[in-house]
């Protein structure tokens, strides 16, 4: 093979589903290269056929599917025509992976060192001492602390950014040529995030080695691809340069992916850019243009097939109004506000109030460990008002969840009290908390496991009615049409199960089932995180008109800052269970204080590639302590570029430094 050529070249890749009617197409003529040494990243919404491109590489795809077309040409060898015991050598050896969800991808009943070794001992024949010896090296590879003792532990005594990071070591085990990222920081906060992402991309140019990563994500993208490939519907909308994608886009889907991610480097607006309607079912794919019925400059020669075609800015196209888009003729029209009103929040009595709220978690002696205590919630107070968004940002493990749960009354508090519509709900039971329960309600992260797989929608949001003797009978189904409706879904819709809907539908109906109690007070935990951009965009725009036209307060939990910007009117930064800064958002993201606050900002990524690869990331610094040996003083002193001796003696209470803004730091001037 010549030097030159690429590692990889996929040409015509065809994937098809057996269904029951005919069988469906995923994958329609998929074509790019990965050149050695280079990070290319795929990008679209779900259903686009991203994953099912990194699962045919390596012969994973489900049993329903199959390829039926195209070359995957790997170092001059078709993956896609190898044997499975070829496949399977070269699977680990020069293919690495890393999945999404790396608890799902580790065996709960195996120690972390002995999953790192089998890839040792199966690819190259390392001997147990070892395979060993390789495992620790690689586990101080990916910067995990006190490796040796790690070593013998099991995947659920890691946190998520830990197990992440024994996924990069299990995929760089036997230095790969080629490493696959599908999707490997969804679920992490953003420092975490940020931390995964800079060791795998170092760790990749360090061996040599190229990078595929799968994400939704465009600051990621920015910040670490060398090119980019746009997929929609199967196909491939737009690829090139990330620069000259990201900067000139050259596709409308393209433009509408960018123009939909919020962004903490550009004016708030008050509804986000949205891309307007759903992708098409790949059983009725349009011949032409598949983003056509949903592109605002449509024309008649978008129903006819076009092939990636070259573009003034080097990249590639399928769009038949590329000249008329470089020229300025045309662009993308999205539909998106102007600047936010400022929410005029009545003076009214708080719907919330948690003073002082405690939650203290007992952790008997094991056979190797002694009793201790976790401070999850260490003494946290706010208030919410009638048309009020609180949103509360903050790393993994730093109580955000916790407290959510304490104020639904899922967990009891050690101490303080949470009071609700002015009544003391802090050991409310039995029918008190019934009645409590219609003024608040929660939208999960995941609306796939709120959902009972086997209930329909309508059932599914008509149950809480009938349970609190709200509505029943032809009156429910009524009001399930009517919310529907109102949350932007088609009333035909109620007779569907939750896997016939997509991601966002499904979310869509977990807060119609939320607004079924018509409640004064919905906590959102992380309820858009794992939604597309674009998908996304729909769902905070929903959920801020909802607010404005049912007076509706929110908890609005979330690990996405340019997301908690949009949406809410103060902000609230948690860290090892107290509140270290809080302040109206504008303030708060124009003058953060506490060095932790500044520090996540620093580290949320901007879907633009000439300023991430331009600033520093220098900010982040080691992982959030121990919660079973938190240190004296303030928490965050040991990943504190400002601390002092001074601030490892007591933890500094939250002290007003302007209108609404409290900061606890004993460094603010510094």
């Not at 009943?109 to 001997?127: D, K, M, P, S």
């Not at 230095?175 to 060791?199: M, N």
């Not at 993208?221 to 980019?228: G, K, L, P, Q, T």
């Not at 049409?481 to 869509?508: F, N, T």
């Amino acid at each position: 093979m010549p030097l030159d050529a690429p590692l990889l070249s996929i040409e015509g890749l065809r994937v098809e589903f057996a269904s029951e009617r005919e069988p469906v197409r995923a994958l329609d003529g998929v074509d790019f290269d990965i050149g050695r040494g280079e990070i290319v990243a795929v990008v679209g919404e779900s259903g686009s056929g991203k994953s099912v491109t990194a699962l045919s590489l390596i012969g994973l795809l489900p049993r329903a599917a199959k390829v039926t077309g195209g070359r995957a040409m790997f170092e001059g060898r078709d993956l896609l025509t190898m044997s499975a015991a070829d496949l399977c050598a070269t699977r680990g050896r020069e293919i690495g992976m890393i999945f999404q969800d790396p608890m799902t991808s580790l065996n709960p009943t195996l120690t972390v060192g002995f999953q790192i070794g089998e890839t040792l001992r199966e690819h190259l024949g390392y001997g147990p001492a070892e395979a060993r010896a390789r495992a620790l090296e690689l586990l101080k590879l990916v910067g995990i602390s006190e490796a040796e003792s790690r070593l013998d532990q099991y995947p659920h005594q890691f946190s998520g950014g830990m197990r992440q990071r024994v996924m990069i070591a299990i995929g760089l085990a036997c230095q790969p040529k080629l490493l696959i990222a599908d999707e490997p920081t969804t679920a992490l906060d953003v420092t975490v995030q940020a931390q995964i992402l800079d060791l795998m991309s170092g760790l990749v140019r360090k061996l040599g080695a190229s990078l595929l990563i799968i994400t939704h994500n465009l600051g990621v993208v920015a910040r670490y691809a060398d090119r980019v490939v746009v997929m929609y519907s199967g196909r491939i909308a737009e690829r090139g340069e990330a620069s000259a994608v990201f900067m000139r886009p050259r596709h409308f889907y393209t433009a509408g992916l960018l123009n939909s991610a919020p962004r903490l480097d550009s004016p708030v607006q008050q509804r986000l850019d949205t891309i307007e309607g759903q992708p098409p079912d790949p059983s009725r794919r349009p011949d032409g243009c598949a983003f056509a019925p949903r592109c605002t400059h449509k024309i008649a020669a978008c129903a006819q097939p076009r092939a990636l075609t070259a573009t003034d800015t080097g990249a590639q196209s399928t769009c038949v109004r590329i000249d008329d888009i470089a020229a300025g003729r045309i662009r993308w029209g999205g539909k998106s506000g102007a600047a936010p009103v400022a929410s005029v929040v009545p003076e009214e009595p708080p719907i919330l109030r948690i003073d002082n709220l405690v939650k203290h978690y007992a952790l008997k002696p094991g056979w190797r460990t002694p009793a201790r205590v976790v401070r999850a919630v260490d003494g946290v107070s706010l208030s919410i008002r009638p048309g009020e968004t609180i949103g509360l940002v903050g790393e993994s493990g730093c109580g955000k969840s916790t407290l959510g749960r304490m104020i639904l009354r899922l967990d009891d508090p050690t101490s303080g009290r949470i009071e609700i519509g002015g009544r003391d709900a802090t050991h409310a039971k039995g029918d008190d908390l019934r009645q409590l329960r219609r003024l608040f309600q929660v939208v999960f992260q995941d609306p796939y496991a709120s959902l009972n797989p086997r209930k329909t929608i309508r059932e599914a949001i008509a149950e809480p009615m009938r349970v609190h003797g709200i509505a029943s009978g032809g009156r429910a189904n009524a009001r399930v049409a009517e919310l529907l409706e109102q949350v932007g879904l088609r009333p035909d819709m109620a007779d569907r199960y939750p896997h016939q809907m997509s991601g966002g539908q499904r979310q869509r109906v977990g807060i119609a089932r939320a607004l079924a109690m018509e409640p004064k007070l919905i906590i959102c935990d992380e309820a858009v995180s794992a939604l597309d951009v674009s998908i996304q965009a729909q769902v905070v725009n929903l959920l801020s008109d909802l607010k404005r036209t049912l007076n509706l307060s929110y908890l609005f939990i979330a690990h996405d800052l340019a997301v908690v910007r949009h949406i809410a009117d103060e902000v609230l930064v948690m860290y090892l269970g107290r509140i270290v800064e809080r302040a109206p958002r504008d303030i708060l993201y124009a003058r953060p204080q506490h060095p932790y606050t500044r520090m996540l900002l620093a580290a949320a990524p901007s879907p633009d590639p000439a300023r991430e690869k331009a600033r520093s990331h220098s900010a982040l610094i080691g992982e959030p302590p121990s919660p079973f040996a938190p240190p004296p003083g303030c928490a965050f002193a040991p990943r504190c570029p400002l601390a002092t001796d001074e601030c490892r003696v007591a933890p500094p209470p939250l002290r007003e430094t302007g209108p609404g803004h409290q900061v606890a730091c004993l460094r603010i001037d510094a």
